[in-house]
């Protein structure tokens, strides 16, 4: 299993493995969560799809917490020692809600097409009293 990330230049990644790491905030050498041959494998497999590669990279980390969850609690007769994942699972999954919708702001905001939108700039100021 191998890491490699390369911060930005210019607003621009190296390469779409790079934005992927970002997009799911894998980018520490020495804590990483998905080797780079995992996330290559989700991007080609997903056919070179950015966001949704990103988006299922996100759901693999959520199921992993969530089975983390089930094993990080110990009890030892009174004593009771438990860390939860399940926080970290949840917003794991949310996030690769996000992604599958298409590109997320820095408030994890969707971005849609105008020409999508269902709401235009006073709509409702007739409403107003």
Do not use: C, W
């Amino acid at each position: 299993m191998s890491f490699t990330y390369t911060q930005p230049t210019a607003g621009v990644f190296a390469t779409p493995k790079d934005e992927i790491r970002f997009l799911i905030q894998d980018t520490v050498q020495n804590q990483f969560s998905l080797s780079d041959e995992e996330i290559l494998y989700l991007y080609t497999s997903l056919g070179n799809q950015l966001y949704l590669a990103a988006s299922q990279a996100a759901l693999q980390l959520s199921v992993a917490y969530a089975k983390e969850a089930t094993i990080a609690s110990k009890s030892v007769g009174d004593l009771s020692l438990s860390l939860s994942y399940m926080d970290t699972s949840a917003e794991y999954k949310h996030l690769a809600e996000h992604l599958r919708l298409g590109k997320i702001g820095n408030s994890l905001s969707v971005f849609y097409n105008e020409s999508d939108s269902q709401f235009v700039m006073g709509q409702f100021d007739e409403l107003r009293p």
